[in-house]
């Protein structure tokens, strides 16, 4: 199947394979995980179809490639998002310094590294050690070809007691679940109808103790067909661990559409594990979850309190923000006309108060608290002999902002997104000079 931008590329092909698409564009319903992915994508994009006609109608395609094409779209798509305040998270009121101790800083970093190894890992060899000798790579899982098992590692590494806690050290089994790699991949992550998630938690035994964790919402139907795909060969691997007689905490953690599925696994495991200790971290991830009545959201954050979910986004991340209705507004705004931005020099916080780009419910949400990643430069300025300004480097800072702060952002560039802007800032984060995790005073 060719690239689906690649459908994209002139006009003419984009009304024959609208065509095509809008011909099989039938609710995703054949049962079978391969099918319903390709289904579900077809029906995404030819209701996008008529949208991306008039608004990259202006984009010439000759002797050009679809990589540039679509890196100048973004492009553009951003110069006019940055006339309208809520463009960054300065428009976002209510955030709050997100301060957390050196443990949970390392443990962020850790997850990292599982999150970044997955995509390097070749499933055929033996038990591997990664870049520091406590994480070792123990089981890895191929992923398969009709999308519905993402490639997967279970690591185990041993975290050194708090300082000044007198309990021991902490074993944990990371699980790492790898985001999109190919075109396969991208089908699941296009598949985004809404569907009842329940069945992640068939065939669990109803007791008082379980109960609580059987959870009731709705999920991205590609995410939610990984999960289910990854479930069985992940819950005979932790209870082979138990079987053993070890003690251990489970942390979930995967990179953009990986971390979705982490998610997802993490409620659903818990629900089969509920003696085991779990939590979740996830990286540049797009919501996956909606939850519609007040009682499955009481029951949902009663879970989190417990097994704790955390998500790390970049500042201005595109697939953070991520569903049908986002990208129709996203495709709207690049149609507009450009809003009068003033030069540079002349800017005023005035002047964009009030120019704010309508969007509409989010599709779906994130699970657990989300924490936004922003490069800034430090207000301490600083000169040498010659009396020059010095130059003190950029600092990275760390927001908690709620679920429903972040739908109100406009962020759309795909550059941020790339592991090498996450591995950048989390090792910012872990080794900076300000000390710990770094949050702005």
């Known amino acids: 199947m060719p690239h689906l931008w690649s459908i994209f590329r002139q006009k003419p092909a984009r009304v024959i394979a609208g065509t095509g698409l809008r011909a099989s564009a039938t609710l995703p319903t054949s049962g079978t995980t391969s099918l319903d992915n390709s289904e579900g ?33 973004l492009e553009e798509l951003d110069w006019k998002a940055s006339g309208y305040a809520n463009s960054s998270l300065d428009f976002c009121s209510s955030r709050e310094p997100w301060e957390r101790t050196t443990e949970m800083a390392n443990l962020v970093m850790k997850a990292w590294q599982c999150s970044e190894a997955v995509y390097e890992r070749d499933p055929a060899l033996p038990s591997e050690e990664l870049a520091s000798s406590d994480v070792k790579i123990e089981w890895s899982l191929a992923s398969s070809t ?10 185990t590494f041993v975290a050194p007691p708090s300082s000044g806690s007198s309990a021991g050290p902490a074993t944990y089994l990371v699980i790492a679940i790898r985001g999109s790699a190919s075109t396969v991949d991208q089908l699941v992550n296009l598949n985004g ?10 065939g669990i035994e109803v007791t008082p103790r379980s109960k609580d964790h059987i959870l009731k919402f709705k999920a991205h139907a590609g995410f939610l067909n990984s999960a289910k795909g990854l479930l069985a060969p992940l819950s005979l691997q932790i209870q082979k661990q138990l079987s053993k007689g070890r ?6 953690t995967g990179h953009s559409a990986g971390g979705a599925v982490a998610t997802l696994l993490h409620l659903a495991l818990r629900a089969r594990f509920a003696d085991v200790s779990f939590s979740c971290i996830t990286f540049g991830c797009p919501p996956v979850a909606r939850i519609e009545g007040i009682n499955d959201r009481i029951a949902l954050d009663h879970v989190l309190v417990q097994a704790p979910i955390l998500n790390l986004v970049n500042e201005y991340d595109l697939v953070s923000r991520l569903d049908k209705g986002y990208v129709r507004s996203l495709l709207r705004l690049y149609g507009s006309k450009a809003p009068d931005i003033p030069e540079e020099s002349s800017w ?6 009030g120019k704010y780009w309508p969007l509409p419910t989010s599709d779906f949400q ?11 430069l430090p207000d301490l300025q600083l000169y040498n002999k010659a009396g020059s300004e010095v130059s003190t480097g950029v600092r990275v800072t760390a927001w908690s902002v709620t679920s429903e702060s972040l739908s109100e952002l406009i962020f759309c560039q795909l550059q941020v997104h790339r592991r090498k802007y996450y591995r950048e800032k989390i090792e910012q984060l872990v080794n900076s000079n300000f000390g710990g995790i770094v949050a702005a005073s």
Not at 193 to 202: G, H, K
Not at 247 to 252: H, V
Not at 348 to 353: F, G, N, P, Q
């Open 146 to 155: 009709n999308g519905d098992v993402k490639a997967t590692t279970l690591t």
């Open 41 to 73: 994508a077809s029906q995404t994009v030819a209701e996008l179809l008529d949208n991306l006609d008039s608004a990259l109608a202006q984009i010439s395609t000759e002797d050009d490639t679809t990589r540039a094409q679509l890196t100048a779209q």
């Open 247 to 252: 003690k251990f905490s489970i942390l979930l």
């Open 193 to 202: 109808e809404p569907r009842d998630a329940s069945t992640l938690f068939q």
């Open 366 to 376: 994130h699970i657990g608290s989300i924490v936004v990643l922003r490069t800034e």
């Open 348 to 353: 005023t916080d005035d002047e964009v108060v």
